[in-house]
């Protein structure tokens, strides 16, 4: 009852707002009516003397006036004009092809850990597998290169290794398309050295998505996968013919980890909330035996488990706690003390060590074969608590942390991080003027500075909320939005505040500097966008004026290129234009904008982009949306997880664009580097950033060949 009322309030405060929008907007009707009427009664005195000329001056009076001079899209019913600019003659007669340029990926940053386990791998070609989002990475370690499965088409869940080493089979979650229409989760079983999917596995047969998969130890010949359904469903596929051999519900409670046998194919264990089950498997028919705890605690969680040489199993808990389960009576035989708080993973070495993995005490300790200390360590407190762990070579392992990072070392050296990520929702993304640099922000508290050749963090420094981001153009500092309305400056070399500010109480949205760097717009929710004189090389900030006149918050802005005026959207789809120069004053007349160029295009309602958006979009489908530096291009990011890449000008319907997958959450950012040669995309919840290369059209490519591979947008309603 309460979520339906809480729908309700939020249906009416959506229809509120756009009557206000719809009152606003009729009330600079009206003004504009009052300001044009003189003038048409102007026009017409001149229509009706040149009337009595010759035939040749009256037609061409007549196709003068006749001559289309706006254009209307609707969003949510709600008409939006866009006027046609002066260079354009012919409106009807443009043609839109997909851009001379496409997208390839070039890195993924980030790694999910924070809620995934098991997910790291070390491979003998000297690549460390992970996922984020919906991409595979094979990472290479010592090279420090990238490549990427990318099949998947929505956030992989988990992952896991053939014994062969070669091929790896992951498992996504259940997603929807942009119509609303389920995509089914499935597992993909893969050649790690091509990349070439070989079977996909389960499609249909699963719910909401595959949180568990492992191969049998024999040969690898078949895999056992866990739904994310109720019943957490365990089923056996034969790998070879993509068939299912045998399905039995498990449990209703989380399952966290599944595994054949390493001796006996025919028996798989499977662990989690409260829980150790022993399944047999015969005849496609599986029997389970419950793990009795009998005179132990019985803890809340079974997080891992792992094979002892004799066959024994050894289970980490949420008592911090290692349990040694006779491989034959389903029972404890011994109960070792390992950790403070959980223990999150156990590894198994050659020999028979094993290492734990703890969660509080952030300690990685290597036991003997029969559970004896006899090494420990303990990570940095910034990576967080250790997710898994995979063994290198005996001595150097790769840790994965709950904080998203990957590191790299030895118990006698320490770690040092290889992979670094955001662990929250990230919205604030800009990219250093003229440095192969960028900064984003989010949800996580973190700002950090990236180099986009060295494909690594450069620094991170802890704030607020952070949600929006810009760069003074002399490239020395970078202004950062937050979300309580404070805003502040900060020195790249040093990243000490050079300057901060407080506008309003409600989140900042956009910050954007005028081209030559002497004012700082701040669009903020509370409906206002603030201006500051900008001196002493963007060290020091003073109030000049405030825009007001949106009847909804700010979502996006952009600069003319000579600095004097600016462009703005907001959150009830209304497009303005400010006079800055003359003290921030509103241009009531938004068709003398029409012919003004604008240093940057982010704003994702005007006319030089109207052919981005689908037909019966609600204004939230596209979150953000940049201009290429070059003008050639503007790259898209949408609700539905996609990145596409349109030609610019964009001003028609139906207008065909390149699409690019990769993310698995929406999209809430895109920013060209200085040179155009990358483009930068950010997740919202996946927590991944992509870099694409920018691959330009050579000897060979056509526009024609392009379009082949092309999308459309349905064409939204004009008039």
């Known amino acids: 009852m309460t979520s339906m009322m809480e729908v309700r309030l939020q249906a009416q405060e959506d229809e509120i707002t756009l009557l206000k929008s719809s009152l606003a907007d009729a009330l600079r009707k009206l003004r504009l009516h009052d300001q044009l009427l003189p003038l048409l009664k102007q026009q017409l005195i001149r229509s009706n003397r040149n009337s009595s000329g010759n035939d040749k001056t009256s037609n061409l009076g007549r196709k003068t006036l006749s001559r289309r001079k706006s254009i209307k899209m609707f969003i949510r019913g709600r008409p939006i004009t866009m006027y046609i600019p002066s260079n354009i003659q012919n409106y009807e007669d443009l043609k839109m092809e997909p851009p001379f ?205 792992v094979f002892s040489l004799t066959g024994d199993v050894l289970t980490g808990d949420s008592e911090g706690n290692i349990l040694t389960w006779g491989k034959s009576t389903f029972q404890i035989m011994r109960q070792t003390r390992a950790h403070e708080g959980s223990v999150f993973t156990l590894c198994s070495l050659q020999g028979g060590a094993v290492l734990s993995g703890g969660g509080k005490d952030r300690k990685i300790i290597r036991w003997s074969a029969d559970l004896a200390p006899e090494r420990e360590c303990e990570i940095p407190e910034n990576y967080g608590a250790v997710r898994t762990i995979s063994d290198v070579d005996g001595e150097e392992l790769l840790v994965g942390t709950t904080r998203n990072a990957i590191l790299r070392g030895t118990f006698s050296d320490g770690f040092v991080a290889i992979v670094q990520g955001h662990m929250d929702e990230m919205w604030g993304l800009a990219t250093h003027p003229s440095q192969n640099i960028f900064i984003t922000c989010g949800h996580d508290r973190q700002v950090c500075l990236w180099k986009t050749e060295e494909h690594k963090l450069d620094w991170c420094i802890t704030l607020e909320y952070g949600l929006c981001a810009d760069f003074c153009p002399n490239g020395s500092v970078v202004s950062v939005g937050l979300s309580t309305g404070r805003w502040m400056v900060l020195d790249l070399l040093t990243r000490e505040v050079v300057s901060e500010s407080i506008d309003g109480n409600e989140q900042l949205s956009v910050m954007r500097y005028s081209p030559d760097g002497s004012f700082l717009a701040v669009g903020s929710h509370d409906n206002f966008i603030y201006i500051y004189n900008v001196t002493e090389s963007g060290r020091r900030y003073t109030r000049f004026g405030k825009c007001n006149g949106h009847s909804s918050f700010i979502t996006h802005l952009d600069w003319s290129k000579d ?105 809430t950012n895109v920013c060209f580097t200085h040179s155009d040669s990358h483009l930068l995309s950010m997740g919202g919840k996946d927590t991944c950033i992509l870099q694409w290369r920018v691959i330009r059209g050579g000897p060979g490519d056509s526009r024609e060949k392009l379009a082949s591979t092309s999308t459309s947008s349905p064409e939204p309603a004009t008039s």
């Not at 499609?203 to 109720?230: E, H, K, P, W, Y």
């Open 563 to 667: 600095g004097k005026y600016i462009m703005s959207n907001s959150g009830d789809y209304e497009i303005l234009y400010w006079d800055v120069a003359a003290g921030c004053k509103l241009l009531r007349n938004r068709f003398e904008s029409k012919d003004r160029e604008w240093a940057s295009y982010t704003c994702v309602l005007g006319f030089h982009v109207m052919g981005v958006w689908l037909e019966g979009s609600d204004g939230t489908d596209i979150n953000a949306l940049c201009r290429s530096h070059s003008e050639r291009m503007v790259a898209v990011a949408d609700d539905f997880c996609k990145v596409h890449l349109f030609q610019y000008p964009c001003p028609k319907p139906k207008a065909p664009s390149h699409k690019y997958e990769g993310h698995g959450s929406h999209v």
């Open 101 to 305: 340029e496409r997208l390839e990926l070039d890195w993924v940053y980030g790694y999910r850990g924070r809620d995934c386990r098991d997910n790291l791998y070390f491979l003998p070609s000297g690549e460390a597998v992970f996922f984020i989002a919906c991409v595979v990475v094979l990472y290479h370690i010592n090279n420090r290169t990238q490549r990427h499965y990318d099949k998947h088409t929505d956030c992989v869940r988990c992952l896991t290794l053939h014994p062969d080493k070669v091929r790896m089979a992951s498992g996504q979650t259940a997603g929807v398309d942009k119509d609303g229409k389920p995509l089914h989760p499935c597992v993909h079983i893969w050649d790690s050295t091509t990349l070439v999917t070989l079977q996909q596995i389960g499609l249909g047969a699963f719910q909401r998505g595959v949180g568990c998969v492992a191969f049998s130890f024999d040969s690898g010949a078949f895999l056992c996968v866990i739904d994310d359904s109720n019943e957490h469903m365990l089923s056996v596929w034969d790998c070879n013919k993509g068939t299912r051999h045998a399905e039995v519900k498990n449990t209703n409670e989380a399952v966290f980890c599944v595994e054949f046998n390493s001796n006996d194919s025919t028996n798989i264990i499977t662990c989690g909330k409260s829980h150790v089950y022993f399944w047999t498997l015969s005849a496609g028919q599986f029997t389970k035996k419950q793990g009795i705890f009998g005179k132990y605690k019985k803890p809340k969680f079974i997080q891992c488990f």
